[in-house]
């Protein structure tokens, strides 16, 4: 299978002894990846391939580095290496917390303290309104103006 046009891999994940490529032109060409797989193990120093045309994924373990074997497989035209890392297409957003956040668990917390040691109506519920009006300004709003209003 060497291609006179060979599809671009992207690295997904590397580490020692393990490499993921990511060939997202191919993605459910499982012909493809079958034969790629099985000219891949005859890389030197490659242990195992696993190849899955559904994801578009090739995993590598091998005892040499994940440049060699790519500079191998560029070779031996069987793909192009993109030189950048694969990010998927829907990628999640990473939320990272506030600190609006953090007090509203923690006042939460505190509610929940309160509930167990039998203190229900008074600071339980007041805790637990206060955790709910610190998460709404501070969740849903973003970050709150001073005096609290909202627009």
Request: charged share 20%; proline share 7%; aromatic share 4%.
């Amino acid at each position: 299978m060497s291609l006179p046009h060979p599809p671009e891999a992207s690295v997904a994940h590397s580490s020692a002894g393990r490499l993921r490529l990511k060939v997202p032109e191919r993605r459910g060409d499982t012909a493809f990846f079958a034969e790629l797989g099985g000219k891949l193990a005859a890389a030197p120093q490659v242990h195992e391939v696993e190849t899955n045309a559904r994801t578009a994924s090739v995993l590598i373990k091998h005892a040499s580095s994940g440049d060699a074997l790519l500079s191998w497989a560029d070779d031996h035209n069987l793909l192009t290496p993109s030189g950048r890392l694969f990010t998927p297409r829907r990628q999640r957003p990473t939320a990272e917390p506030s600190w609006r956040t953090l007090v509203a668990l923690a006042v939460l917390l505190l509610a929940v303290v309160q509930l167990f040691r039998g203190q229900m109506l008074g600071p339980a519920t007041t805790l637990a309104f206060m955790a709910a009006q610190i998460a709404r300004l501070g969740l849903v709003g973003g970050e709150a103006e001073p005096g609290g209003g909202e627009e």
